[in-house]
């Protein structure tokens, strides 16, 4: 019989903006998006060339607004959705309970929710703290969650055995 471990950490407003500053930094690096982006905003600096050589303002001006967008404002319209979906949630401010073993995932929170390993798409390890990647979510795992750092390091390596980390 392989060992169990117990993760427990309350989801809270601080793991909100962790998971979103970490998922998206992720999401970024590992998405055929960032090229597109690139050549997007490749095409939009010649738009500013352009529309500075003609004297188009209007150009000038959607070439800007399509650069602080691309920049600032999707970052920033993702955030709001995620804290929005944080203040509509049944798990707000509530403990969240795992038992974790070799056959998968028992989350114990309002009911009782079962995840075999084959489940999960990947575990990313971010360095002191887990991010559960299951279609179409990523489900954040901090440190403080686990009992101790053996315990953490078990986890890894169960994932790692089941092809998991990443």
Same mark, same amino acid.
């Given at each position: 019989?392989?060992?169990?471990?117990?993760?427990?950490?309350?989801?809270?407003?601080?793991?909100?903006?962790?998971?979103?500053?970490?998922?998206?930094?992720?999401?970024?690096?590992?998405?055929?998006?960032?090229?597109?982006?690139?050549?997007?905003?490749?095409?939009?600096?010649?738009?500013?060339?352009?529309?500075?050589?003609?004297?188009?303002?209007?150009?000038?001006?959607?070439?800007?607004?399509?650069?602080? /967008?691309? $920049?600032?404002?999707?970052? #920033? @319209?993702?955030?709001?959705?995620?804290?929005?979906?944080? &203040?509509? =949630?049944? %798990? !707000?401010?509530?403990?969240?309970?795992?038992?974790?073993?070799?056959?998968?995932?028992?989350?114990?929170?309002?009911?009782?929710?079962?995840?075999?390993?084959?489940?999960?798409?990947?575990?990313?390890?971010?360095?002191?703290?887990?991010?559960? /990647?299951? $279609?179409?979510?990523?489900? #954040? @795992?901090?440190?403080?969650?686990?009992?101790?750092?053996? &315990?953490? =390091?078990? %986890? !890894?390596?169960?994932?790692?055995?089941?092809?998991?980390?990443?």
């Amino acid at each position: 019989m392989s060992k169990s471990i117990k993760v427990r950490y309350i989801w809270n407003k601080e793991n909100v903006d962790n998971l979103f500053n970490a998922s998206y930094h992720y999401q970024f690096h590992h998405s055929a998006k960032r090229y597109i982006g690139w050549f997007l905003i490749v095409l939009v600096q010649f738009g500013v060339i352009a529309a500075i050589k003609k004297g188009s303002m209007a150009l000038l001006l959607f070439s800007t607004i399509m650069l602080v /967008y691309w $920049y600032y404002g999707k970052k #920033y @319209i993702a955030k709001r959705r995620a804290e929005k979906s944080y &203040e509509n =949630s049944v %798990f !707000k401010d509530k403990e969240i309970e795992m038992d974790i073993n070799e056959k998968g995932f028992t989350i114990v929170s309002n009911s009782q929710e079962k995840w075999s390993w084959d489940e999960i798409d990947e575990v990313i390890d971010l360095s002191e703290n887990i991010m559960l /990647y299951k $279609y179409p979510n990523f489900h #954040y @795992i901090p440190l403080h969650g686990f009992a101790s750092l053996e &315990e953490k =390091s078990y %986890f !890894k390596s169960m994932a790692k055995e089941h092809g998991k980390l990443r």
